[in-house]
């Protein structure tokens, strides 16, 4: 089971941007301006501690979440997905004229029953 999923459109510039980058790694902050957005980031300009939760991988690429703001998100399945428009962060796709976005959902019972029982 999954916490986390990627739309086909989103995992298409994931692609791109892995064979144009190498390692890669999504996080989103919940910081101010597009922290709230998840960013793609080169892993190793990345620096992540304690504070943040790998919620899974998607494309072959780890989704680390800040776990202040995994708070705000912890019942909530998400997705990952791409719409045009420039974000204002540094996330690789910007250039592109894409920006990555959350859909969300709250888990159904089994989904909360299997994510609480790994803590």
């Not at 998607?58 to 998100?73: A, K, L, P, S």
């Not at 540094?90 to 976005?101: K, M, V």
Request: glycine residues 8%; aromatic residues 10%.
């Amino acid at each position: 089971m999954k916490r986390i999923a990627i739309t086909e459109a989103a995992a298409n510039i994931v692609k791109e941007l892995k064979d144009k980058y190498g390692d890669l790694i999504f996080h989103q902050s919940g910081g101010c301006c597009d922290g709230s957005s998840p960013m793609l980031l080169l892993k190793e300009d990345m620096y992540l501690d304690e504070s943040d939760i790998l919620l899974g991988t998607i494309e072959g690429v780890n989704f680390y979440m800040n776990q202040d703001q995994f708070e705000y998100w912890k019942h909530t399945h998400l997705t990952v997905d791409i719409t045009q428009g420039r974000g204002s962060s540094f996330s690789l796709e910007i250039p592109l004229g894409f920006r990555f976005i959350i859909h969300s959902r709250l888990l159904n019972e089994e989904e909360e029953i299997f994510f609480n029982s790994k803590k």
